[in-house]
């Protein structure tokens, strides 16, 4: 059970929690039983059948999302001294990428409904030394890819948590060309245990990310033979056998998601001084990962997940400001006030459970233990408050 989490009645309501079954179990076995662990035929056939899934030309299965992050980057360019411009409300991971090569983050401010990049801001901040945009689409919601688009720096989209969504025109996420990554930790829409992926419509990225995840070595070179610098980024046949088998049933495992966010988008109608999701707006769907709500301003967070905890409700800050971290704040000067939009909503953020098999009486629960929560933070602060105490 995660720390902090208490057993209560009806048990504690985790964060996450994988949809697994025989088909699942049966596909692992099968490449423990036949030997082949690593490099069989099993990435290749999952590589296709998701670049099929989401529109793409060409799939690369790698070990990680920020293992396709990293690599997506170098395809597109970005070397020391480069800048690329990204959200700093994300996973680390978006960001910690363009410093491996030793290029800075440049940030801007998001955009306060759909809470992801402001693209005019981030056309705005294009210079000579921008070598990449990398929008996140953020929770699963589509970033506003036409007007990154229009700025004819090459993009690399962070769709690890947007698996299923689709963008303002209607397409697929991962159908644009550019190189686009998804990710399959086992709180994602679908899970390889640990993975990512990289589709592109440019076959020669998918060649030099082939090859770069493979320390760098040709399709036809032999073993231990190398012509560039690459990585161990490598996604094992018993992974890609899990992500297989997970694919095929991904209509089933997104509509579960979707159902959940429904109850949810319900239930907490009765605490109107939460702020939900957005809506889809036009032909934009959200591929849903998360659900994430905004508590009222000025209230408690951190108490919050605290009584959450208490009632036996998983729920966790989420995200924290990138650019205040210590790390970025000590390495690149970034500090509080700068992106104020981001700062306000990630210290209202939490994100309560969600995963494909909760029901209702689950997400009553947590509505429940959410309200008490938050009227518990009031009369604190009522009391303390108060005159003479
Ligand atoms: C927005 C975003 N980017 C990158 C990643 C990194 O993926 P991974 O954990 O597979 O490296 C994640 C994963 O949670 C994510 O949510």
């Known amino acids: 059970m995660p720390s902090g989490l208490q057993a209560t009645a009806g048990g504690p309501i985790p964060l996450a929690r994988p949809l697994l079954g025989d088909a699942e179990e049966r596909a692992v076995l099968a490449v423990l039983r036949s030997g082949q662990l690593s490099l069989g035929p099993r990435g290749p056939e999952f590589e296709q059948r998701f670049a099929a899934r989401v529109g793409a030309a060409h799939a690369s299965a790698v070990s990680s999302g920020t293992a ?15 800048e690329v411009i990204t959200t700093p409300f994300s996973f680390v991971a978006s960001a910690n990428v363009a410093v491996y090569e030793r290029a800075r983050p ?36 589509p970033a506003d890819m036409a007007t990154l688009e229009a700025t004819g720096v090459p993009i690399v989209e962070d769709a690890c948590e947007a698996l299923g969504g689709s963008y303002a025109d209607g397409g697929t996420i991962g159908s644009r060309g550019h190189p686009a990554v998804f990710a399959f930790y086992a709180n994602k829409q679908m899970t390889t245990g640990e993975g990512g992926i990289v589709v592109t419509g440019d076959a020669q990225v998918k060649q030099r990310i082939d090859s770069e995840r493979n320390q760098g070595r040709a399709p036809d070179m032999g073993w231990l033979d190398h012509d560039r610098l690459g990585f161990n980024y490598r996604l094992s046949d018993i992974a890609c056998a899990l992500g297989i088998a997970q694919l095929e049933r991904l209509d089933e495992l997104l509509a579960a998601r979707a ?17 939900l999701p957005c809506e889809d707006s036009g032909r934009a769907r959200r591929g849903w990962f998360v659900y994430v709500v905004q508590l009222p301003p000025g209230a408690d ?13 998983a729920a966790k800050p989420y995200f924290p400001a990138i650019h205040l971290m210590s790390y970025y704040r000590e390495r690149f000067g970034y500090r509080r006030g700068q992106f104020p939009v981001c700062e306000e909503v990630s210290e ?17 629960r947590v509505a429940q233990a959410l309200s008490a929560a938050l009227r518990q933070g009031r009369s604190s602060r009522v009391s303390l408050a108060a005159p003479g105490r």
């Open 68 to 82: 396709g992050l990293h690599l997506a980057l170098r395809a597109a360019g970005v070397s020391d001294g480069a």
């Open 348 to 364: 209202r953020s939490i994100a309560i459970p969600f995963y494909p098999q909760m029901g209702e009486a689950e997400v009553t």
């Open 301 to 313: 967070r951190d108490r919050a997940v605290t009584e959450l905890g208490t009632r036996g409700v």
């Open 259 to 275: 159902r959940v966010a429904g109850l949810y988008r319900q239930a907490l109608a009765q605490i109107p001084e939460l702020t």
């Open 106 to 141: 440049v940030f801007v401010d998001i955009d306060p409904l759909t809470l992801n990049l402001d693209a005019e801001a981030a056309a705005a901040a294009v210079s000579s030394r921008t070598a990449a945009l990398l929008p996140v689409h953020v929770f699963g919601y």
